[in-house]
C-alpha cells in the first residue's frame, strides 16, 4: 500500500504540474483580442498588423516544434520546462514597457518560442508517463491551455479598467509563469519524471497520412486561432463593450474546457474517433454560421457552440495523432510533426482575416471562408479509420 501511494504521489504531482504550465501556453495571445481597440488607441496599428500579435507566435510555436524535442533532450526535462516558462514570463511583463507595435510584436514572438517548447515536450511525456489514459491525461492538458485562455480574455479589460493601462492587461498574466515556475521547481526537490526520450530519427516527410494530420490539426487550430484573435474585436464593432466582449471570448473558452473535459473521456470508449471529430466540427460550423446571420441574437448560443466543437476537436487531433503509433517515441515525433506544420498553417489565418477586415470593412467573410474549411475538415475525418494506421506507417509501433 506504501509503495502504491509512493507511486502515485509523484505522477499525480506530475499532473497538476504539468496542468499549471499549461496554463501558461495561450493568456500571452488571449489577452490581446478584448484590448485591441485600446491598443490601437494609442499605438497605430492596423487590422492585418494586429493580426501579427496572434499570427507570428503561432508561426514561431510552428517552427521551434520542430526542434523542440532535440532541446528538451539536450537540456532535461526540468531545465527545459523552467527555460521556456522563464521566457514567456519575461516577455509577458516587459509588455508593461512597450511603446511601439514592434516591440509589442517581438514580445509575441519570443512568448511564442517558449510556448513551443513546452508544446513539443508535453504530449511525449504525457504519452510515456501516463501511457494507460493518454486520452483524458491530453484532454485536461489541453482543457488548462484553453483555461489560461479564458482567465486572459475575461479578466484583461478588467485589469485594464483597473488599473488605466492596457499594458497592465497584458503584462498581469506574467504571475502565472511565476506560479507555475515555483510549483514545478518544488515537485522536483521530491520527484523526479521519466525523462522524455528523444524520437527516432525518422522523418515524417514522405508519409502522406503524417501531412494529412498535419494539415487537419492546422485547419482546426486555424478556427481556434482567428476567433481567439477576432472575436472580441468582431462584437467591439457591433456596439458591445471591450469588458462585455472580453467576457464573451472568456465564455468561450470557458465552453472550450468545459468540452476539452469532457469529450476525450466520452471518445476514449472507443477508438474509432471519426463520428466524435463529425459533431465537433458539425458544431463549429453552426457557430460560424450564427456570428454571421445573426451575431446580435442568440449571441451567447454562437460561442457555446464554436467553444464546445473547438475545445474538443484539439485534443481531439492531437489524440488521433497519438493513436497511429504505439511507440511513445515515435509518437512525440509523429506529433511534433504535426504541430510544426500545423501551427505554420494556423498561423496565417489571422493575418488573412485581418486582411479580410481591412478590405471589405467585416468580418464575416472569413467567417464564410472558416466555415467551408469546417466542411472539409469533415471529409478529412472520415479517413481516419483505426484499423487502416497500421498499414500508414508500415514498421512502426
Known sequence: MENVRATSRPALWLMVSILLVALNLRPSMAAVGPLLSAI???IPLSFS???LLTMLPVMAMGLALFFGLSVSQRLGEQRTVVISLSIIGLATVSRLFVDSAAELILSAMLAGIGIALIQALMPALIKSRFSDNVAVCMGLYVTSIMGGAAIAASFAPLVMARTGSWRAGLAIWAALALVALLFWGLGRTGTSAPTVLAPHNTS????SRAWLLAVFFGLGTASYTCVLAWLAPYYVEKGWSEQNAGLLLG????MEVLSGLVTPAIANRSRDRRLVLVVLLALIMAGFCGLILSPQHFSLLWPCLLGLGIGG??????IVSLDHLDNPQRAAGLTAFVQGIGYLIAGLSPLMAGMVRDRSGSFESAWWC???????MILIALRFNPRHYARQFPGAT
Not at 515524417?204 to 508519409?207: E, G, I, K, N, V
Not at 476537436?313 to 492531437?318: Q, R
Not at 472558416?370 to 472539409?376: F, H, S
Open 40 to 42: 490601437r488607441g494609442d
Open 49 to 51: 498588423l494586429a493580426s
Open 204 to 207: 515524417f516527410l514522405t508519409h
Open 251 to 254: 465564455f468561450l473558452t470557458a
Open 313 to 318: 476537436l484539439f485534443p481531439m487531433s492531437l
Open 370 to 376: 472558416l466555415t467551408g474549411v469546417m466542411a472539409l
